[in-house]
């Protein structure tokens, strides 16, 4: 398949992950061919650490807070300095939690990507080559640093967020569903359509074209088994969970 991507006029070209956005089928051939890893997963590792850097800044924990008091039944007999203190804490708590998780999410997606396209081309009886399975990995995760670009986005724009709310940016199928229909989900197809989101999705398709190059397969093959993964990991996950699905207010992790 020919694809109207074509090099810019002098010594500049696009870069193959940026093809592969709008282009998969020519964008991750190069990809897999060329074996670089580095600049996909630092601006994976960028907008990840953006996103957390966001949502710490806007956080509020008072309401939050006072609900936790109120149901444990220490609100009455607290000051509103103990209020303050017990306030700063959680949202403590919570900017070095989003942090930490914005610095170890992407190093451990990326392994846990590789992983998982190697026992895909072992399981489907590819010859796959580690630099090209690790550089598709990389690429594959550039559509869930565009959800933290927009997450930091929707974070800066609104003057608080709580520690535990709705998504900033609903991109889980659930609340997909509800936008478009007017008719929230629920019950098990709630649960379920709230694990998969549509960036995840997204990056599982760019990783499927990757793996054909990558593993010497059959695209049709390859992608079979890339979405089949997908949804056995995101099933098992929610069902992990226990049903709950949809990410937080910073997106959560995308396997």
Known sequence: MESNVQALPGKWAVPPPVVALVAPDVGMERVARRERVLWPFLFALFCSLLAAAA???????RDATLANLERSGQLKTMSDRQIEDQTKDAERSYVVKTIAVGLVRPPAKLGLICLGLLALSWFVRGRSKGKAVAAV??????????EDLLLAGAALG????????????????ASLWAQIS??????PAARL??????????????AGYGLAVAANLPLRRAMTATIVGWLCVHVLLVA????????????GPHP
Do not use: K, N, T
């Not at 007017?182 to 019950?187: K, Y």
């Not at 992990?240 to 997106?251: H, I, K, M, Y």
């Open 240 to 251: 992990a969970a226990g049903g709950a699905g949809g990410p937080g207010p910073q997106g």
């Open 193 to 206: 359509l709230g694990g998969l989101d549509i960036f995840s999705l997204w990056g599982a398709m760019l």
């Open 158 to 173: 609104r003057r608080s967020i709580p520690p535990q709310g709705p998504p900033l940016v609903p991109a889980d199928f």
């Open 182 to 187: 007017g008719h929230p989900l629920a019950g």
């Open 137 to 146: 990995a990389a690429v594959a995760m550039v559509p869930g640093a565009i």
């Open 55 to 61: 949502s710490s800044y806007r956080i509020d924990a």
